[in-house]
């Protein structure tokens, strides 16, 4: 069998990579700052799970909240978004042992976490840390409640609706429409975040042109 793990970069250089033949493995980047050069069959960038602007701006001003928590979950409910997710799952029913990884950095959001409380809340699958998985490899592995999960990912995947044009990478004209839909306070705190230089920039097109030249 197989099982969804979380860990970050730092931990899948100094670990992970010296305890596991990374060739058993599957993983998702759902990352800005880790990239992947050539074609790997068992890496698979994935960032359009990444929380938008507009609910990652609610992490900047207070934190890891329980607001944060649903808005952030409102948006790995939509069709789209969710059938990515439910991807991940596939995986696993298929003994795939699917790694969700992000940088150090990113791990401070909590947003990988929070995938992960998605995927159990919906789809009943139980997931881990790397220190959980490592402890007991073989125990994460083992899935006891196959049907319940194979029921829900069939009713989940049977009532989404997604688009015909469906990407596993951010897509560029959903990510401008979140940036207009926030205040010029707001992207300008968003840019102080993500560390991009706006100077003394003060029209919002142009604090937008530069976090899409940044980040797409």
Do not use: W
Request: contains cysteine.
């Amino acid at each position: 069998m197989a099982c969804v793990i979380r860990l970050n970069s730092k931990k899948f250089i100094s670990d992970f990579l010296k305890e596991f033949e990374q060739e058993k493995f599957q993983f998702i980047l759902i990352s800005e700052d880790i990239t992947t050069k050539g074609k790997c069959s068992n890496v698979m960038p994935m960032t359009a799970l990444l929380p938008p602007p507009n609910v990652l701006s609610l992490f900047i001003d207070d934190g890891k909240t329980k607001t944060y928590k649903k808005k952030y979950f409102e948006f790995l409910n939509k069709d789209d978004i969710n059938f990515l997710v439910s991807t991940i799952v596939t995986g696993v029913m298929n003994n795939l042992n699917m790694v969700l990884l992000c940088s150090k950095d990113e791990d401070e959001y909590g947003y990988i976490g929070m995938i992960c409380d998605f995927i159990e809340d919906k789809y009943k699958l139980k997931t881990y840390t790397y220190k959980e998985f490592k402890n007991n490899p073989d125990k994460a592995k083992k899935i006891k409640n196959r049907d319940q999960i194979l029921k829900c990912l069939t009713d989940i995947k049977t009532s989404l609706n997604p688009s015909s044009n469906i990407s596993p990478i951010i897509n560029k004209d959903k990510f401008i429409k979140q940036l207009k839909s926030m205040e010029v306070s707001e992207l300008k705190t968003f840019c102080k975040f993500k560390k991009i230089k706006i100077d003394d920039i003060k029209k919002k097109k142009h604090i937008i042109r530069q976090i899409v030249k940044k980040i797409l």
